[in-house]
């Protein structure tokens, strides 16, 4: 059996020792997938995606959880939103310290502003 000289391959090669001697349940599954195994039980756990977050309704919890967006951020979002008023549309993100050009493309059809 040949054995690939990657860290991937060490992991998926250790997860799979896991996997049938141990019987756990690794969680994060996304970064490699174990034979046999159709789907990964910490993703079915996870709450459905309720839809697009509202920018100007939204909590820092709430998002906290888009893409590339983690406590910090969401708090200048909120207290951009305090500061300003009401977003326009998405792209008044690109005044934030911290949000990019990069960062709104993988949020933007996430995220959305409602009266």
Do not use: Q, Y
Not at 65 to 72: A, D, I, M, N, S
Request: proline share 10%.
């Amino acid at each position: 059996m040949a054995i690939e000289a990657t860290p991937r391959a060490g992991r998926r090669r250790w997860a799979l020792i896991l996997d049938k001697f141990l019987d756990l349940s690794l969680p994060n599954c996304s970064s490699f997938e174990l034979p046999g195994r159709s789907s990964c039980p910490a993703a079915a756990a996870a709450a459905p995606d309720p839809g697009p977050v509202d920018l100007n309704r939204a909590g820092v919890e709430e998002l906290a959880r888009l893409p590339g967006v983690g406590p910090g951020l969401a708090r200048r979002i909120v207290e951009e939103r305090e500061r300003r008023g009401r977003f326009d549309s998405p792209d008044a993100l690109r005044n934030i310290l911290g949000l990019g050009p990069k960062k709104l493309a993988a949020m933007r059809h996430l995220v959305t502003v409602n009266d």
